[in-house]
């Protein structure tokens, strides 16, 4: 299992259920890499999404308490851990936590892999961050990304590897 992610300096993600940054390239490899695999979001990043609708070309599994509220081709979760098992466990490697904050918090321990859109800017009053994995013992930067400027934005795609990764249960996965 993997986390895919575009934050700014300070780790920020989103602000009122929308994203930061408007970062084409950004969206192509969140395409590129998401594509023909299974996603996990939480009800309000599906909501973000265009007309509320799931992403094509992938299972789109939601953690909410209304299952019966979601649209044709979601499937409901009561839990991110129940939406892990329900896609097959976190060893599955095409399988990519998207967010919201919470869910990004719930299932970090559990990824492999967080593939890093870094921004370098500083967005305006931000509401919702991701785990600084600069500050976690068990997270290390893999591979740091050339600078490529877009928008006026300059930013780096970096992929962080999980040195040791837990399954549900806590225990350590090698």
């Avoid at 399988?95 to 892999?113: F, K, P």
């Avoid at 997270?139 to 990304?145: F, K």
């Amino acid at each position: 299992m993997n986390a895919i992610v575009a934050a700014d300096r300070r780790w920020a993600i989103g602000r009122n259920g929308g994203l930061l940054f408007s970062l084409p390239a950004d969206m192509r490899r969140f395409r590129a890499l998401t594509l023909g695999g299974t996603v996990i979001m939480g009800r309000l990043t599906l909501e973000s999404l265009p007309g509320g609708r799931p992403l094509p070309r992938r299972r789109n599994i939601v953690v909410t308490r209304n299952p019966a509220a979601l649209p044709e081709g979601v499937e409901g979760a009561a839990s991110p851990e129940e939406a892990v098992a329900l896609a097959g466990g976190p060893e599955a490697e095409d399988l990519w936590v998207i967010g919201g904050g919470s869910i990004y918090a719930a299932l970090l321990d559990q990824c492999r892999r967080v593939f890093l859109t870094r921004v370098e800017a500083q967005a305006e009053d931000p509401d919702t961050f991701f785990p600084d994995l600069e500050r976690l013992p068990n997270w290390e930067a893999a591979s740091p990304g050339e600078p490529v400027e877009e928008n006026g934005l300059e930013f780096r795609f970096i992929e962080y590897v999980n040195t040791t990764p837990h399954n549900r249960t806590g225990e350590v996965k090698v």
